[in-house]
């Protein structure tokens, strides 16, 4: 075999264990991969945290594992009020700027009354003043909220549009949680993951409750809205409820530019990757500037401050293991999977520089001129 064959055949081996990829000019570049031991020595953002308590154990956890959050404020009917969820959030904000940002949220509390949109957003200029870099919809939109008949209010309401519209003026990042994982309207022995919460709780099992709006109604009330604000910076939870498909879920990132989403249904990404691993590797690489790491965890004064931060480090370790390293990860229930072991301009992507650019582009400007500076 002469040099050129030899050369031929390594290369052929080297992208086959992934070590080089094409560049867009047609050469080659040297894949760099990240380990277990990089994780606090990495800058890593966590886009999905919802602290309940003034106790900051939980910040000095994430200054230790080199995290910085953003705070999300939810409008819903159990648990913290909405004010004391954004009193908690501006005082952390204040102590520790440089940590964190915060998502507010508004409440839907007279919607039906007259001047209700103007009220929401003076609400929501007050808040972003204060400091806000994004806002928060929730599923009560789409799954309790009524109008004056009692017909439910979803998404794309036109009643819900002046919202919209001061959020794409002022370039201001929203974070869609519509509806519930598709399990929700599936019959339990169908689901997924859900089973022990649904079947614990058939008042909030929709396949129960034929009378409220479908999975499908859900997301169709989701894709119209962001049909008609192209320019909204929107940021999908939950993997935009589309966690149970990757392919549906790259047909939104494909079909709207400004759609982004967070990983907070790790169960639902490992699945994938345990039925296939090459086609969830490929969907994180080919939509690796649509992806923000996020968690979902809560932060209530209830837990246990050591406790919690025990349980917070352990899952954020064990989500690095998945997507930086290809160890061996037991799915409970379904098996043994191996990690994603994504290239280092991948995981920087997905774990600090997408969340810090659409927190960032167009917000620090509107701040200042929704505060009168």
Known sequence: MNLKSVLIVLTALIFQ?????????????????????????????????????????????????????????????????????QQFALLH??????????????SVKGFNEKGWAENTIKDLKLSLSKGARA?????????????ENGKFVMLDDPRLAPIFEFLVQNGIPLIGHNGEPRDCWLPLDKMTFSKSYYGSHPEYHMYLHPEYPSYEDHI??????????????????????????????????????NMHVDLSRMTNLQLHTLNDRQKTR??????QDKLVYGTDKAINPSADPAALSK?????WLRDWIFFVTEDKISLPGFGDLNGLKLPRDVIDKIYYKNAKDWLSA????????????
Request: glycine share 6%.
């Open 282 to 287: 490929d969907f994180f690489i080919k939509y």
């Open 362 to 373: 167009n917000n620090k400007s509107s701040q200042s001129r929704l505060s009168g500076n």
């Open 17 to 85: 264990h992934g070590c080089i990829s094409s560049t867009e000019n047609g050469g080659l570049k040297e894949e760099r991969y990240y380990s277990v031991e990089d994780f606090k020595s990495v800058k890593k953002f966590d886009t999905h945290i919802h602290i309940n308590t003034d106790e900051n154990t939980f910040i000095k956890l994430a200054q230790e594992d080199n995290f910085q959050f953003l705070d999300i404020v939810d409008d819903r009917p159990f648990g913290l009020p909405m004010a004391e969820q």
């Open 93 to 106: 904000l204040k102590n520790f700027p440089s940590q964190m940002e915060v998502a507010t949220t508004f």
């Open 135 to 147: 806002v928060k919809i929730w599923k009560n939109i789409g799954m309790d909220l009524r109008d």
């Open 311 to 315: 349980n917070i480090h352990d899952a």
């Open 220 to 257: 169709q009330a989701r894709d119209k809205l962001l049909e008609k604000y192209p320019d909204l910076k929107f940021v999908g939870a939950h993997l935009g409820s589309l966690e149970w498909s990757l392919v549906e879920l790259a047909k939104r990132l494909d079909r709207f530019p």
